[in-house]
């Protein structure tokens, strides 16, 4: 069982940046696959970015690609993401996913655990 927290949400402006924070409970944490979706308001939830278990593959959707940043921190059961140069369709839910092997880690059926979301609005 893992339960997932994140922070980091809130209103910024146009170019700027934003960091997500998904912090873990449980031992094994490190053995888990993670991602992040979003949902704006209307619409169907959204791949973002993900990284597996070890840290060393990621995948981001295009429309974050050279804009955001997924990282881990497996000794502190933290996962990241990093948003720059953000603009007003980023404003969503941002949910943290994790899953102990998503087969297809850009599909949210994948991921067995959810985070609560946290809201990014970004104002032009």
């Known amino acids: 069982q893992v339960q997932l927290v994140e922070s980091g949400g809130g209103l910024v402006q146009a170019g700027g940046s934003l960091r997500l924070s998904c912090a873990a409970s449980g031992r094994t944490f490190r053995w888990y696959d993670m991602g992040w979706f979003r949902q704006a308001p209307g619409k169907e939830r959204e791949f973002v970015a993900s990284?597996?278990?070890?840290?060393?593959?990621?995948s981001y959707a295009d429309s974050g690609k050279g804009r955001f940043t997924i990282s881990r921190d497996n000794a502190n059961s933290m996962v990241d993401l990093q948003m720059n140069s953000l603009k007003p369709e980023d404003t969503a839910v941002y949910y943290c996913a994790a899953d102990p092997r998503a087969a297809d880690p850009r599909a949210a059926k994948e991921y067995t655990y959810w985070g609560q979301g946290t809201q990014v609005t970004v104002s032009s």
């Open positions: 990284i597996n278990w070890r840290g060393v593959s990621t």
